[in-house]
């Protein structure tokens, strides 16, 4: 989309829409060595409380950490083995708040629509000739606000800017369009695609599609058949870097909320396991009451030892704030589990109202 604008001289000037997708570099890591220089150019681990020797997962790791194949996600335990010498340091929310209300109000300052996603990342809807000088002047003006770096992706939609993102790290800018989406991301894996994890592209692998290039060419009555009505013109769509171009200011709303724990030694007996299931689901009932937005759906999260994650949910019988009645769909999920195994992790959620 191209508007017209008027110059000092009276000249008319065009400037089009585009959409950036700004994402700090290493963030938690990068504020952490913000606050301790001495890091710098280390591996630097946060996880957890910052103990390898606990049960717990990389919230993040710097670049140096990354090279040794420590990614977030993973146990520390791992992490620990892949580099021995390390820095672990445990998660400082806090601080990580503090810095993001930093970087996004300096966001708010541009001539932009802002959504942000998280502590870490946002996009910008924003109308310029030049979107590599405005992304390079966000970049510069992050940077003098806060100490931290950030990487730019542009794009003609939200999708093309967030893929973007990924070929300008760190520190740089990069932009995908409809011009060059199939010779950046023609032969790509589908997993390339935000939106598309490892689980789906084993199952387009299993359909013969292995690039991005060969999803974007699939008969969409085809893929309708194998993926459902919905999902697989949209994996289509996907293929073909098909997404919104409008970035909203809305702010997020959360659809539900969520608590649970992980276990430093394994739990065997499914008694105790339910009381701890009961403890997450009043807590997460707590987060919905403090919303005004009744309870709809209950999760139940399972991490079977040493690491194989399984869910289940279940719809409340009607909307309500009732702790109890929560509690007890959250434990009557656990029957879908296998109690003969030992568990590392539990975790309850509570979707939501949507808000009024």
Known sequence: MTCGSTTPGGARALTSAWVLHVDLDQFIAAVEVLRRPELAGKPVVVGGRGDPTERGVVSTASYEARDHGVGSG??????????PDAIFLPVDKDAYNEASDVVMNTLRSF????????????????ETDDPESFARRVQAAVLDATGLHCSVGIGDNILRAKI?????????????TRDNWFAVMGERDPAALWGIGSRTAKKLAAHDIHTVRELALAPVDEMARSFGPKIGPWLVGLGRGAATATVTGEPWVARSHSRETTF????????????????????ATDDVRAENREGVRVGLKIRYAPFVTHTASAPLVEPTFDTSVIADTAVALL???????????VGVRVEMTPPH
Do not use: C, S, Y
């Open 74 to 83: 993973m146990p520390l335990r791992v992490a620990a083995k892949k580099i």
């Open 111 to 126: 001539d932009a629509v802002v959504d942000v996603l998280g502590w870490d990342e946002a996009f910008l809807g924003v």
């Open 164 to 176: 973007a993102t990924g070929f300008g790290k760190p520190r740089g800018v990069f932009r995908l």
């Open 264 to 283: 430093q030694h394994n739990v065997a007996d499914w008694d105790e396991l339910a009381e701890h299931v009961r403890r997450l689901a009043a807590q």
């Open 335 to 345: 029957e879908r589990f296998d109690h003969e195994r030992e568990v590392r992790l």
